[in-house]
């Protein structure tokens, strides 16, 4: 694993962001996995700056994202389709029949677990995939305790992780209780893995995977089994790992 580390987070997201387009101006028509929450919104304002500032297309670029919630439809103001949609897909050039998210209202969340996993090993393997941390290591939402052979899978979301989120609905009880995931096993068929963390609500989860210790208690550490995986933190992330260090 790399792990570069920068003064803040503009610096960090713009780091995430010429990687990616480093890899669209290689090849246009390059596979993205991308993650939602807070911490990937400064990549993808790079990215959207890139179509005017720097030309980078999206044309022909397919992503798929790691998550929905169940139960939210696509158009819910808080289901992943939505926030995608409104940090990057609305402003990018990209086609939204080339954008693929679990779909959170289908018939049988199994079934699209099945045709979820098979849209990644048809347009895969992905070239990048963009990944968040949560505050108890989890990647996707494949929480602590989950089993590395996994693939796109439904969950329920412990309590920490729902607490977490409750930030972005009227109350916790409206915090969906489940949510389809891709799995580890499906993240790892990656190519390449840009990991983000910022933020000192991270540094716990950055000191304890850069402990190197690969536990089923913290998923994030199955990243180690991955022979590219490059680590992008800011100093906040990294406090308590350079204290320690030191
Ligand atoms: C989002 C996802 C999650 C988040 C993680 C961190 O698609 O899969 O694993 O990456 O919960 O969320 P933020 O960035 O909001 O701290």
Partial sequence: MKVLVFDNYEAASEQAAQMVEAQILENGQSVLGLATGSTPIGLYKNLIEGVTARGVSY?????????????????????????????????????????????????????????????????????????????????????????????THVVELVASTREDNARFFPSIDEVPTHAITTGIKSILKSKKIILLATGKGKADAVKKLLSKEISKDFPASFLWNHKDVTLIVDQDAYALVQTEGQ
Avoid at 79 to 84: I, K, N, P, V, W
Avoid at 96 to 124: K, Q
């Fill in 59 to 151: 044309k022909e670029v397919c992503t798929i994202n790691l998550d929905e919630y169940i139960g939210l439809a696509n158009d819910h103001s808080e289901s992943y389709h939505r926030f995608m949609a409104e940090n990057l897909f609305d402003h990018i050039d990209i086609s939204i029949d080339n954008t693929y998210v679990p779909n959170g209202v289908a018939p049988s969340a199994e079934e699209e677990c099945i045709r979820y996993e098979e849209i990644i090993d048809r347009l895969g393997p992905i070239d990048i995939q963009i990944l968040g941390i949560g505050s108890n290591g989890h990647i996707a939402f494949n929480e602590p305790g989950t089993d590395p052979e996994t693939l």
